[in-house]
């Protein structure tokens, strides 16, 4: 399928963020179980919770440009995930892995809020407002989760770490 329209671009820009935010769903288990501080733990389910419901809100959109739901294997979040497993290998200490995962949150919800902050002026370009807000309520919780992400990093005690 060539990429020519506004909507064409709009539709693959969807199909990439469906399936990120698919894996994310697994990615913020993994994220949870791997995290020692219980802050940080329900940080990541609780927007895992939310992610499902991004999940729901897209297929929204696929209705709404008359799309099946369909997801395009992207290689950002592949490659997300795949550093978080090789970090992982290298057997770091619980605070090392807690330091790291709040960073590793950090960049997914950027890639993502980029994505949404992409799509939501070409739904709104396509006429399709209603789309346009759905887009953006995912939007915010992204940054709402990106702020906690932030915050915890910034309060992060080094002194878990060794010297
Ligand atoms: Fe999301
Ligand atoms: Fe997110």
Request: net charge negative; aromatic share 6%; charged share 35%.
């Amino acid at each position: 399928m060539s990429v020519d329209s506004t909507e064409d671009l709009f539709v693959e820009g969807l199909q990439h963020i469906y399936y990120t935010e698919q894996r994310l769903v697994d990615a913020l288990e993994e994220l949870e179980s791997t995290s020692s501080a219980d802050e940080l733990k329900e940080g990541f389910s609780e927007h895992r919770s939310e992610t499902q419901n991004h999940i729901e809100r897209l297929e929204e959109v696929f209705e709404a440009v008359g799309q099946d739901p369909d997801g395009a294997e992207d290689p950002v979040v592949e490659g997300m995930i795949e550093a978080h497993e090789e970090f992982v290998d290298k057997d770091p200490s619980d605070g090392a892995l807690d330091r790291f995962n709040i960073a590793a949150g950090q960049k997914s919800e950027h890639y993502e809020i980029a994505c949404y902050g992409n799509l939501t002026p070409m739904a709104a370009q396509l006429g399709l407002d209603e789309t346009a807000d759905l887009l953006e309520q995912n939007m915010r919780e992204e940054q709402n989760a990106l702020d906690e992400l932030a915050t915890l990093g910034e309060e992060f005690d080094y002194g878990r770490l060794e010297v």
